[in-house]
């Protein structure tokens, strides 16, 4: 299974990015998916997840800002964020939880991509 992140980079307070990840090598509907980010010095965290039926959740700090989805027929998910803060600023990694036997489920981590949110 391989997980890649695309779409990081530099942007100002209250401005837009779009990250994507595409993951590889397994049946893609199947799998739950995440997005989770890791400032400096701090623990790597949750910041929205998605089921294979579509149902999301948020970390609080998020909420009303970012939005989570996926595309089962490209094999994507993606990470819309808005209203960017300079406290937003991390790697961010994309997770794919890929179904095993007996429904036992396999974390498989990309290798994440830098979001900077300038003052």
């Known amino acids: 299974v391989q997980v890649v992140e695309s779409g990081g980079g530099l942007v100002q307070a209250d401005g837009s990015l779009r990250l994507s990840c595409t993951v590889s090598?397994?049946?893609?509907?199947?799998?739950?998916l995440g997005w989770y980010r890791q400032a400096p010095g701090q623990q790597r965290e949750l910041v929205a997840h998605?089921?294979?039926?579509?149902?999301?959740n948020y970390a609080d700090s998020v909420k009303g800002r970012f939005t989570i989805s996926r595309d089962n027929a490209k094999r994507m998910v993606y990470l819309q964020m808005n209203r960017l803060r300079p406290e937003d600023t991390a790697v961010y990694y994309c997770?794919?939880?890929?179904?095993?036997?007996?429904?036992?489920?396999?974390?498989?981590w990309g290798q994440g991509t830098q979001v900077t949110v300038s003052p």
């Open positions: 997770k794919a939880e890929v179904l095993q036997p007996f429904d036992r489920r396999r974390d498989h």
């Open positions: 090598g397994s049946p893609f509907r199947d799998n739950h």
């Open positions: 998605i089921s294979n039926d579509g149902s999301t």
